[in-house]
């Protein structure tokens, strides 16, 4: 079993910079991707970034490219959402998730274990 609790959300202004983390816990770190998604009010959830498992690959959604930095600390079992500029359209709750598949990938289907989230609002 993994648990993952994510932490770094909250009201934020647009341009502004912002990290989300999450912890997980249990599984060594290095056997499992990371990856983020949002889901905005009225909208299905969507991918934001991922990272494989030792840090070395990561993939970016368009939406967020250029404004989002995903990376990991496999010594504090830790994945980090770095978001610069990010703009009220931004605005959803961020979740992290893992995966025990080999690679990269931008379906949800895909991660076996969810965090419950963190909300992030960004006001104009």
């Known amino acids: 079993q993994l648990q993952l609790v994510e932490s770094g959300g909250g009201l934020v202004q647009a341009g502004d910079s912002v990290r989300l983390s999450c912890a997980a816990s249990v599984r060594p770190s290095g056997t499992y991707s990371l990856g983020w998604f949002r889901q905005a009010p009225g909208k299905e959830r969507e991918f934001v970034a991922a990272?494989?498992?030792?840090?070395?690959?990561?993939d970016t959604a368009e939406s967020v490219k250029g404004r989002y930095t995903i990376a990991r600390d496999n010594a504090k079992n830790t994945v980090y959402l770095q978001m610069n500029s990010p703009q009220p359209e931004d605005t959803a709750v961020y979740y992290c998730?893992?995966?025990?598949?080999?690679?990269?990938?931008?379906?949800?289907?895909?991660?076996?274990?969810w965090g419950q989230g963190t909300q992030v609002t960004v006001s104009s």
């Open positions: 998730a893992a995966s025990l598949r080999l690679g990269l990938s931008r379906s949800g289907r895909d991660y076996d274990y």
């Open positions: 990272v494989t498992r030792t840090g070395g690959g990561t």
